[in-house]
């Protein structure tokens, strides 16, 4: 094989901005042609196609004069990849290029070297009868191994001179270290003879019957980079060598399989804070999670018991949203918080708004989290399949990935739990008789296909299931109505259609509609009774337009079509929120409700994304909502501007009105109040972004909300059991720091501090007083970093400061002589707060790497030094002693995983 | 929902414990039951119809010799509250008990039930205090720090009792009555003896010593405990009819038991095994000459019966 050496530079080239049509303010022609020329006519693409307007002004495409070739990303070749990065570029009337994009990422960086190439491009500029006018083109930059014929060995004299030998040693340069498994490749002048060897353990490799001559010597060690010398061969003798490699700073590669770039669109938010994926699994006591990543970001509060609650900005956990692919999840973790339900391998990014956000997302006062799926491996990847294989203490996991012919690719991802392997031996026996140990599952499988460059399908079908169930005898604790058996399950199946098309160069339609049951279930004996089956519809199109490059608008609809089945017995439903502790079960009436219905809950949104300026930018929007339970619309404008003060600084500031329907008890007839209307609030933020050098990045961001309309209980339960008799005020600071994953970089971190206050007020009118929200947390302080070492160690650290949440004291109790049981008397709602919480998490991984594949073992520890937080009180019968509950304990978590 | 997650910590909290004492625990003077009777009634009803007068007598209980108590009481109709604390409705009280100077005698309220009375239940509201006297301006709504009942020394305790009034008939009841109890599948019947803090190895009680095994005792009612009673329930309301099941309190003056509740439901007529653990040596001090261990079993039947029982074992080092 004639490994070679310079990249390749084949390319095909896509005109899609050049056809007929009026010249508009920015210069940029208007309509769309789209011709696909072959990669050979790269030089002359232009000369095809000319006449393809038969009608209107002669167009006539770019053609490519200064070709440029890209670097060749040396540990890329040196896996001997191969890709394909398909770019945007925009070519001014003198052809040189103004701006080049990713369209589509191959990583490896790969992508950074194309972008660098194609932005010194030099076109033949696209003309309009002649005259010379910018265009937009997509440009396809092939890498590629040369690959030539084989050429035929020379014939043999006919008395050749005797062979050398070539032999050596490779040795880590800072400790002289042998290293071994280093490719060695040994080739003639002209590249015709190549051979390949190994180092052994010793750091040794022998190279037999060598021609006399003179030869390349290329070594490659994949953390130490690779090293060409050039060497002699002497007949009949042996040519002895020592290689010194100096550690190199190379990208990363653990968990950046396929593409790497994320490509930040033109904002529609005040803030937006992305987890890039090369960071997603590498975050310290997240276990891999990428999902668990998103309590590291600033403005998010921790979750009691790493319940996995999103608690965004002071608002409550029902507040805020996650959404797959833009449609809603169902269920974010498995068990509250233990994993989330997606492979985090398989996701592209997460992007977390904290407030301001973007209209496409309505029904919420909170904030929204958004993850993004990759796309599977593809046919331009160089490699028939990918699959990563993993098993932990907790759950193990499997994926795998391949193309499906040259536009379709696929992924399967399956996880199950191991606890219920290991559940027996946690609990003591004593304790609960276990009937079925904690089980869980999640699926995914993706598909994508694009038939043409043009459409984009997608097919998610995805799921997950949790169960959990134990037999409490008799009765447990002092509480004598927790008894009989505790069933927890739920369950989820969906599907997913995603369809993409670039109508137009200007013009883009996103069409999502995904559907599945959802079963919840929960039981306690005959206490507490709770079954439903959602069979959740839910639907968005949105339509995306440039009329030119200082606009875009934006249109689309979404709606939420559930049908629903639902029986409680039990409580009655309280105030979620603020009501205190509830005191023993026994101790409350039941109700019962058993109902079905259809929520259908429709919403249109219209943006305007106005760049009024070079560097200023403007959004205004408009969303109205519908709920058919409550019967009332919401309307909802919101505005966002941003200016680039300097290259690097960025100022923005955004103002919006949010609306949430009640919660479904609340609004339920029985147990509800049908009459409630939306719970609105209204967000104000100002911060600024400053890019201090190449991946390192500082924001501050300032905010207020202001709650209205807050859904509130009607003291003692009573009908109409639920008012909008409630208001509230959150307001803080942000500050972020992060240094992104970056080619060359061995490490990465974020850092996020943030000072809020939330506060609530129930009805107002009663004179009642301003209390902390139950999660209120007033100093957040997260820092992780993750460091990568020689030999393929990474090890990392997460550190969490945060104030402990409020508390409610119970001052006293009144014995119910009805059910021997102690009602709690509270005092002033959470008056009192829980200590610091402090915690700092470990991860340490080694990887090895093998001609085909991976191996890698890690060790993810929670709370390495178990400090014992609180997180609670507990009381004893009469509330009269009382104890801290503390949080999670040390958990080691270690695990192993295969990679192909 | 809230609820199931609340459980669940309830649940789970419940197993981390230790170091707090247990509802069985009868370590301080403690309000154990209120006995409801029908004044002049045969039929030894718990649940008065309107017109009639009820008699609440509260029991109480003490881990040695029995204290004087006094006491507030106040009879109302509830207001309507689905949790929390149980407050009055608007309007004058039904009946009003207090007893400022401390007496053996056990805290009583007699409440005529008005003839036009139309609530489902009556609410008895008030304060004990045992060994002190009792204040008088407790208000649980306003309590901003540590309520307290006594005046000073004492243990005190508010309660509460949601009584059902048998409106139509239909919600008559009597009380159940704690059957055999068995230790170590041997009858149990030794009373408390009247000194409790007096030598117990000359008694006729069972005898355990320090650090003993585990044994098993078991409860069982008498007959005719468990009564069928009309329910409304489900959505929309159906009739129905259930029958009781017996919520059993348990309260031990030393050494452990393995619950505080037991129940008799289902098919049974008595509880499952309870074990109970005597105390090792160190956790209590034991005379040669014995200790009295008192066992209390409070029996309900969750709609205002209840019938209250008492066993003495002794503890020998």
Same mark, same amino acid.
């Given at each position: 094989?004639?490994?070679?050496?310079?990249?390749?530079?084949?390319?095909?080239?896509?005109?899609?901005?050049?056809?007929?049509?009026?010249?508009?303010?920015? %210069?940029?022609?208007?309509?769309?042609?789209?011709?696909?020329?072959?990669?050979?006519?790269?030089?002359?693409?232009?000369?095809?196609?000319?006449?393809?307007?038969?009608?209107?002004?002669?167009?006539?495409?770019?053609?490519?004069?200064?070709?440029?070739?890209?670097?060749?990303? @040396?540990?890329?070749?040196?896996?001997?990849?191969?890709?394909?990065?398909?770019?945007?570029?925009?070519?001014? *009337?003198?052809?040189?290029?103004?701006?080049?994009?990713?369209?589509?990422?191959?990583?490896? !960086?790969?992508?950074?070297?194309?972008?660098?190439?194609?932005?010194?491009?030099?076109?033949?500029?696209?003309?309009?009868?002649?005259? @010379?006018?910018?265009?937009?083109?997509?440009?396809?930059?092939?890498?590629?191994?040369?690959?030539?014929?084989?050429?035929?060995?020379?014939?043999?004299?006919?008395?050749?001179?005797?062979?050398?030998?070539?032999?050596?040693?490779?040795?880590?340069?800072?400790?002289?270290?042998?290293?071994?498994?280093?490719?060695?490749?040994?080739?003639?002048?002209?590249?015709?003879?190549?051979?390949?060897?190994?180092?052994?353990?010793?750091?040794?490799?022998?190279?037999?019957?060598?021609?006399?001559?003179?030869?390349?010597?290329?070594?490659?060690?994949?953390?130490?980079?690779?090293?060409?010398?050039?060497?002699?061969?002497? @007949?009949?003798?042996?040519?002895?060598?020592?290689?010194?490699?100096?550690?190199?700073?190379?990208?990363?590669?653990?968990?950046?399989?396929?593409?790497?770039?994320?490509?930040?669109?033109?904002?529609?938010?005040?803030?937006?804070?992305?987890?890039?994926?090369?960071?997603?699994?590498?975050?310290?006591?997240?276990?891999?999670? *990428?999902?668990?990543?998103?309590?590291?970001?600033?403005?998010?509060?921790?979750?009691?018991?790493?319940?996995?609650?999103?608690?965004?900005?002071?608002?409550?956990?029902?507040?805020?949203?996650?959404?797959?692919?833009?449609?809603?999840?169902?269920?974010?973790?498995?068990?509250?918080?233990?994993?989330?339900?997606?492979?985090?391998?398989?996701?592209?990014? #997460?992007?977390?708004?904290?407030?301001?956000?973007?209209?496409?997302? !309505?029904?919420?006062?909170?904030?929204?989290?958004?993850?993004?799926?990759?796309?599977?491996?593809? #046919?331009?990847?160089?490699?028939?399949?990918?699959?990563?294989?993993?098993?932990?203490?907790?759950?193990?996991?499997?994926?795998?990935?391949?193309?499906?012919?040259?536009?379709?690719?696929?992924?399967?991802?399956?996880?199950?739990?191991?606890?219920?392997?290991?559940?027996?031996?946690?609990?003591?026996?004593?304790?609960?008789?276990?009937?079925?140990?904690?089980?869980?599952?999640?699926?995914?499988?993706?598909?994508?296909?694009?038939?043409?460059?043009?459409?984009?399908?997608?097919?998610?079908?995805?799921?997950?299931?949790?169960?959990?169930?134990?037999?409490?005898?008799?009765?447990?604790?002092?509480?004598?109505?927790?008894?009989?058996?505790?069933?927890?399950?739920?369950?989820?199946?969906?599907?997913?259609?995603?369809?993409?098309?670039?109508?137009?160069?200007?013009?883009?339609?996103?069409?999502?509609?995904?559907?599945?049951?959802?079963?919840?279930?929960?039981?306690?004996?005959?206490?507490?009774?709770?079954?439903?089956?959602?069979?959740?519809?839910?639907?968005?199109?949105?339509?995306?337009?440039?009329?030119?490059?200082?606009?875009?608008? #934006?249109?689309?609809?979404?709606?939420?079509?559930?049908?629903?089945?639902?029986?409680?017995? !039990?409580?009655?439903?309280?105030?979620?929120? %603020?009501? %205190?502790?509830?005191?023993?079960?026994?101790?409350?009436?039941?109700?019962?409700?058993?109902?079905?219905?259809?929520?259908?809950?429709?919403?249109?949104?219209?943006?305007?994304?106005?760049?009024?300026?070079?560097?200023?930018?403007?959004?205004?929007?408009?969303?109205?909502?519908?709920?058919?339970?409550?019967?009332?619309?919401?309307?909802?404008?919101?505005?966002?501007?941003?200016?680039?003060?300097?290259?690097?600084?960025?100022?923005?500031?955004?103002?919006?009105?949010?609306?949430?329907?009640?919660?479904?008890?609340?609004?339920?007839?029985?147990?509800?109040?049908?009459?409630?209307?939306?719970?609105?609030?209204?967000?104000?933020?100002?911060?600024?972004?400053?890019?201090?050098?190449?991946?390192?990045?500082?924001?501050?961001?300032?905010?207020?909300?202001?709650?209205?309309?807050?859904?509130?209980?009607?003291?003692?339960?009573? @009908?109409?059991?639920?008012?909008?008799?409630?208001?509230?005020?959150?307001?803080?600071?942000?500050?972020?720091?992060?240094?992104?994953?970056?080619?060359?970089?061995?490490?990465?971190?974020?850092?996020?501090?943030?000072?809020?206050?939330?506060?609530?007020?129930?009805?107002?009118?009663?004179?009642?007083?301003?209390?902390?929200?139950?999660?209120?947390?007033?100093?957040?302080?997260?820092?992780?970093?993750?460091?990568?070492?020689?030999?393929?160690?990474?090890?990392?650290?997460?550190?969490?400061?945060?104030?402990?949440?409020?508390?409610?004291?119970?001052?006293?109790?009144?014995?119910?002589?009805?059910?021997?049981?102690?009602?709690?008397?509270?005092?002033?709602?959470?008056?009192?707060?829980?200590?610091?919480?402090?915690?700092?998490?470990?991860?340490?991984?080694?990887?090895?790497?093998?001609?085909?594949?991976?191996?890698?073992?890690?060790?993810?520890?929670?709370?390495?030094?178990?400090?014992?937080?609180?997180?609670?009180?507990?009381?004893?019968?009469?509330?009269?002693?009382?104890?801290?509950?503390?949080?999670?304990?040390?958990?080691?978590?270690?695990?192993?995983?295969?990679?192909? | 929902?809230?609820?199931?997650?609340?459980?669940?910590?309830?649940?789970?909290?419940?197993?981390?414990?230790?170091?707090?004492?247990?509802?069985?625990?009868?370590?301080?003077?403690?309000?154990?039951?209120?006995?409801?009777?029908?004044?002049?009634?045969?039929?030894?009803?718990?649940?008065?119809?309107?017109?009639?007068?009820?008699?609440?007598?509260?029991?109480?209980?003490?881990?040695?010799?029995?204290?004087?108590?006094?006491?507030?009481?106040?009879?109302?109709?509830?207001?309507?509250?689905?949790?929390?604390?149980?407050?009055?409705?608007?309007?004058?009280?039904?009946?009003?008990?207090?007893?400022?100077?401390?007496?053996?005698?056990?805290?009583?309220?007699?409440?005529?039930?008005?003839?036009?009375?139309?609530?489902?239940?009556?609410?008895?509201?008030?304060?004990?205090?045992?060994?002190?006297?009792?204040?008088?301006?407790?208000?649980?709504?306003?309590?901003?720090?540590?309520?307290?009942?006594?005046?000073?020394?004492?243990?005190?305790?508010?309660?509460?009792?949601?009584?059902?009034?048998?409106?139509?008939?239909?919600?008559?009841?009597?009380?159940?009555?704690?059957?055999?109890?068995?230790?170590?599948?041997?009858?149990?019947?030794?009373?408390?003896?009247?000194?409790?803090?007096?030598?117990?190895?000359?008694?006729?009680?069972?005898?355990?010593?320090?650090?003993?095994?585990?044994?098993?005792?078991?409860?069982?009612?008498?007959?005719?405990?468990?009564?069928?009673?009309?329910?409304?329930?489900?959505?929309?309301?159906?009739?129905?009819?259930?029958?009781?099941?017996?919520?059993?309190?348990?309260?031990?003056?030393?050494?452990?038991?393995?619950?505080?509740?037991?129940?008799?439901?289902?098919?049974?007529?008595?509880?499952?095994?309870?074990?109970?653990?005597?105390?090792?040596?160190?956790?209590?001090?034991?005379?040669?000459?014995?200790?009295?261990?008192?066992?209390?079993?409070?029996?309900?039947?969750?709609?205002?019966?209840?019938?209250?029982?008492?066993?003495?074992?002794?503890?020998?080092?």
């Amino acid at each position: 094989m004639r490994r070679r050496i310079s990249p390749f530079g084949a390319f095909t080239l896509w005109l899609l901005a050049s056809s007929v049509g009026a010249q508009r303010d920015d %210069g940029f022609p208007d309509g769309v042609t789209d011709d696909r020329h072959d990669a050979d006519d790269r030089h002359d693409a232009a000369a095809d196609d000319r006449d393809a307007a038969a009608a209107g002004p002669r167009i006539t495409p770019p053609a490519l004069r200064e070709f440029v070739e890209a670097d060749y990303p @040396p540990q890329a070749e040196a896996q001997e990849r191969a890709a394909t990065v398909e770019l945007e570029l925009t070519i001014g *009337a003198d052809g040189r290029v103004t701006d080049a994009r990713i369209v589509r990422p191959a990583g490896h !960086g790969f992508d950074e070297a194309a972008l660098d190439a194609a932005r010194r491009f030099v076109f033949e500029p696209a003309r309009r009868d002649g005259e @010379p006018v910018p265009v937009r083109i997509r440009y396809r930059y092939v890498f590629e191994l040369r690959r030539p014929d084989p050429e035929p060995m020379p014939e043999p004299q006919e008395q050749p001179p005797p062979p050398g030998r070539l032999e050596g040693r490779v040795l880590a340069m800072d400790d002289g270290r042998p290293l071994s498994r280093v490719e060695v490749v040994v080739a003639n002048e002209d590249e015709s003879f190549a051979r390949r060897v190994i180092t052994g353990e010793d750091g040794t490799f022998r190279v037999d019957e060598l021609p006399p001559g003179t030869y390349t010597v290329r070594v490659d060690a994949e953390e130490y980079g690779s090293v060409t010398q050039t060497e002699t061969v002497a @007949p009949d003798e042996v040519t002895a060598v020592t290689y010194r490699l100096r550690i190199l700073e190379e990208e990363d590669d653990a968990n950046a399989f396929g593409a790497v770039a994320v490509i930040d669109p033109p904002p529609r938010e005040v803030v937006r804070r992305t987890i890039a994926r090369e960071a997603l699994t590498r975050i310290p006591g997240t276990r891999g999670d *990428a999902l668990r990543a998103i309590e590291l970001m600033p403005g998010v509060a921790r979750p009691p018991f790493g319940s996995g609650s999103l608690i965004i900005r002071g608002s409550a956990p029902g507040d805020s949203e996650a959404l797959l692919e833009g449609v809603p999840i169902p269920l974010l973790y498995h068990f509250g918080g233990l994993t989330s339900v997606i492979n985090s391998r398989l996701l592209e990014r #997460i992007d977390f708004f904290p407030g301001n956000f973007s209209s496409r997302y !309505g029904r919420r006062t909170g904030g929204i989290v958004e993850v993004g799926t990759r796309d599977p491996l593809s #046919i331009y990847e160089d490699r028939a399949v990918h699959g990563v294989l993993e098993f932990g203490v907790i759950d193990t996991s499997l994926l795998l990935e391949f193309p499906l012919g040259e536009h379709a690719s696929q992924a399967l991802a399956l996880r199950r739990s191991l606890i219920d392997v290991v559940f027996t031996k946690i609990v003591p026996e004593d304790t609960f008789n276990v009937v079925a140990a904690p089980v869980y599952y999640d699926y995914q499988a993706f598909t994508t296909w694009r038939p043409t460059d043009r459409d984009r399908f997608r097919l998610l079908v995805y799921g997950a299931s949790d169960r959990f169930k134990v037999l409490i005898p008799d009765s447990f604790g002092e509480d004598p109505a927790v008894r009989g058996n505790v069933d927890l399950r739920t369950r989820f199946n969906n599907i997913q259609i995603a369809y993409d098309r670039q109508v137009d160069p200007r013009t883009e339609l996103d069409l999502d509609l995904e559907g599945g049951p959802i079963y919840l279930r929960f039981g306690l004996g005959d206490q507490i009774g709770f079954n439903a089956r959602f069979n959740q519809l839910y639907g968005r199109a949105e339509l995306r337009h440039r009329p030119n490059d200082r606009v875009r608008l #934006i249109a689309g609809a979404d709606i939420f079509l559930i049908p629903f089945n639902l029986e409680y017995q !039990g409580p009655p439903p309280r105030q979620g929120e %603020g009501s %205190g502790p509830d005191g023993p079960l026994a101790s409350h009436d039941r109700v019962f409700v058993d109902t079905r219905g259809v929520t259908i809950r429709p919403g249109f949104y219209v943006e305007s994304d106005l760049r009024l300026h070079e560097r200023w930018q403007v959004l205004l929007a408009l969303r109205t909502d519908y709920a058919r339970e409550i019967d009332r619309f919401a309307f909802n404008p919101r505005f966002l501007t941003t200016f680039d003060a300097t290259e690097s600084l960025k100022l923005k500031l955004g103002v919006g009105l949010y609306s949430q329907p009640p919660d479904f008890q609340e609004s339920a007839e029985t147990i509800g109040n049908p009459d409630l209307d939306w719970i609105h609030s209204a967000h104000f933020g100002a911060g600024f972004d400053w890019t201090v050098a190449e991946g390192v990045r500082v924001g501050v961001d300032g905010f207020y909300k202001r709650l209205w309309d807050r859904v509130v209980g009607v003291p003692g339960g009573q @009908p109409p059991f639920f008012t909008n008799e409630g208001i509230g005020r959150i307001y803080g600071a942000e500050l972020s720091a992060r240094i992104d994953p970056l080619r060359g970089r061995r490490y990465f971190g974020y850092l996020s501090y943030t000072l809020s206050r939330s506060e609530r007020r129930d009805h107002p009118d009663q004179d009642t007083e301003w209390r902390l929200f139950d999660f209120d947390q007033t100093h957040i302080f997260t820092a992780a970093f993750v460091y990568k070492l020689p030999r393929g160690w990474e090890v990392g650290g997460t550190l969490r400061l945060v104030s402990g949440n409020p508390r409610t004291p119970i001052v006293g109790s009144v014995y119910d002589a009805v059910n021997d049981v102690y009602v709690p008397i509270n005092g002033r709602i959470n008056s009192r707060r829980n200590p610091l919480f402090n915690r700092l998490d470990l991860r340490v991984e080694k990887k090895w790497t093998f001609e085909r594949w991976k191996l890698a073992f890690f060790l993810d520890i929670q709370n390495v030094y178990n400090q014992q937080n609180q997180e609670g009180l507990i009381y004893n019968y009469d509330y009269s002693q009382s104890t801290p509950i503390t949080g999670l304990p040390l958990i080691p978590a270690i695990g192993l995983r295969g990679e192909l | 929902m809230k609820g199931p997650l609340v459980v669940l910590l309830a649940v789970a909290a419940g197993a981390c414990s230790d170091s707090l004492d247990p509802a069985y625990r009868l370590n301080k003077p403690r309000v154990i039951a209120a006995e409801a009777s029908i004044v002049g009634d045969l039929e030894n009803r718990t649940n008065p119809r309107p017109g009639e007068t009820v008699r609440v007598r509260w029991r109480l209980a003490f881990p040695a010799a029995p204290l004087p108590a006094s006491y507030v009481l106040l009879a109302c109709a509830p207001a309507p509250t689905a949790f929390g604390v149980p407050l009055c409705a608007d309007g004058e009280p039904l009946a009003l008990a207090a007893e400022l100077n401390p007496s053996s005698d056990a805290p009583t309220l007699a409440i005529e039930v008005p003839g036009d009375y139309d609530r489902s239940a009556i609410l008895v509201l008030g304060g004990i205090c045992m060994g002190g006297v009792v204040r008088t301006d407790v208000d649980p709504r306003d309590a901003e720090d540590t309520v307290n009942v006594c005046e000073g020394e004492g243990t005190g305790q508010l309660v509460s009792l949601l009584h059902p009034v048998d409106l139509d008939g239909t919600q008559t009841n009597h009380p159940p009555g704690v059957g055999e109890i068995t230790l170590d599948a041997e009858p149990w019947t030794a009373p408390v003896p009247d000194d409790p803090t007096a030598p117990c190895a000359d008694l006729d009680l069972p005898t355990f010593a320090l650090g003993g095994d585990d044994v098993a005792l078991r409860i069982a009612m008498t007959e005719g405990s468990r009564e069928a009673y009309a329910t409304l329930e489900g959505d929309p309301p159906q009739p129905g009819m259930r029958v009781e099941s017996l919520q059993n309190s348990l309260l031990i003056t030393a050494g452990e038991l393995d619950r505080s509740f037991s129940f008799i439901e289902g098919d049974a007529t008595s509880t499952g095994e309870i074990l109970y653990t005597p105390p090792s040596v160190g956790d209590v001090e034991v005379p040669a000459e014995g200790l009295v261990v008192k066992l209390i079993v409070v029996m309900r039947d969750l709609r205002g019966g209840v019938d209250v029982a008492s066993r003495a074992l002794c503890l020998v080092p």
